[in-house]
């Protein structure tokens, strides 16, 4: 299963979030110019369990750069599609808690969720040499944050049948709740950091998110976050849509709903909509004329229900402003 976004809409645009997927991104050139240290930079930055519990170990390290290792291995990965996974991930869940918390709240909260789910490792794992990098633990808090929030959302999710493209909706509670047993399995079944992941970081992540959230959530979001809401406000909506066309038993017609925003009613906009009808899922372009109202409709000729003689009903649009 690929998540390909959520169908909780922002007003506003996630400027930590972005800004977080950045620094990973950095983070990962700076690695990969490591060239023949990157060994040596992965043990330095990454977090090995073995250097806070193991006393001849810790003897090489100076405080600073134990303290410092318990932040920046959250920003390292071991690969591309290590970086990838998690960027995508981040990039779905973390824009709605933004939102939620406010841009300050919402980085301390990515950050303690980070350092605790580097800790929950080091619990389970405490005499390990093996360093643990990644934003999974961190992303995993978000992840457990977006499940207590918006759990009645849904995940539009990829789900590769044969090489074709099935598009699905999965509830969030459902698709987050596979996800968390998945890591509680993996977990139950290794042995430490089996292949070099850590799944009790994701667990504990993901656990002290929720935790951490009740906490945060009773915080004042302060001036600034209200100035940077107004500041990032959004113009427009996403651009791939799953629209669940109804219709009734004596008309070849269908209709939905499609959502956009008040600056693309006005300037106009291109849509990708997903059609689900019976057993079929259909994949289409919508233009979206300037100058739409609430409740405006968009015809799409030919693309109803069979009617008689060999003719198609249409498919009714009806315009929906956030």
């Keep these: 299963m690929i998540p390909i976004h959520d169908t909780i809409p922002t007003k506003t645009y996630p400027i930590v979030n972005n800004a977080l997927i950045a620094i990973n991104v950095v983070f990962f050139l700076v690695e990969m110019s490591q060239g023949a240290g990157l060994e040596r930079f992965i043990y330095m930055y990454g977090l090995v369990p073995a250097r806070y519990t193991i006393s001849h170990v810790a003897e090489y390290f100076t405080t600073g750069q134990q303290l410092v290792s318990l932040i920046t291995f959250m920003f390292l990965h071991g690969g591309f599609w290590h970086l990838l996974g998690n960027m995508w991930s981040l990039y779905i869940f973390g824009d709605n808690i933004e939102e939620r918390l406010g841009p300050l709240r919402y980085?301390?909260?990515?950050?303690?969720?980070?350092?605790?789910?580097?800790?929950?490792?080091?619990?389970?794992?405490?005499?390990?040499?093996?360093?643990?990098?990644?934003?999974?633990?961190?992303?995993?808090?978000?992840?457990?944050?977006?499940?207590?929030?918006?759990?009645?959302?849904?995940?539009?999710?990829?789900?590769?049948?044969?090489?074709?493209?099935?598009?699905?909706?999965?509830?969030?509670?459902?698709?987050?709740?596979?996800?968390?047993?998945?890591?509680?399995?993996?977990?139950?079944?290794?042995?430490?950091?089996?292949?070099?992941?850590?799944?009790?970081?994701?667990?504990?992540?993901?656990?002290?998110?929720?935790?951490?959230?009740?906490?945060?959530?009773t915080l004042p979001g302060g001036g600034i976050s209200d100035r940077l809401r107004r500041m990032t406000e959004k113009k427009k909506s996403y651009r791939l849509q799953v629209i669940r066309a109804v219709g009734m038993a004596n008309d070849p017609n269908l209709y939905g709903t499609i959502n956009i925003t008040a600056f693309e009613s006005i300037a106009g906009t291109h849509k990708m909509v997903n059609i689900p009808w019976g057993f079929q899922k259909r994949l289409f372009k919508v233009i979206v004329p300037p100058g739409m109202k609430e409740g405006s409709l968009l015809k799409l000729k030919g693309l109803g229900k069979d009617a008689p003689h060999g003719q198609r009903g249409d498919l009714l649009l009806k315009v929906a402003i956030q």
């Design 107 to 217: 980085l301390a909260f990515y950050l303690i969720c980070g350092l605790a789910s580097g800790l929950s490792h080091l619990a389970i794992n405490s005499h390990s040499t093996m360093p643990t990098i990644g934003a999974s633990g961190a992303i995993a808090g978000v992840m457990g944050a977006y499940f207590i929030l918006f759990p009645k959302a849904k995940i539009l999710t990829l789900i590769p049948i044969f090489f074709i493209p099935y598009f699905m909706e999965i509830p969030a509670f459902v698709f987050l709740g596979i996800w968390f047993v998945f890591q509680f399995l993996s977990a139950a079944g290794s042995h430490g950091q089996m292949a070099g992941i850590a799944w009790w970081a994701h667990i504990g992540g993901f656990i002290f998110g929720i935790i951490f959230l009740k906490l945060f959530l």
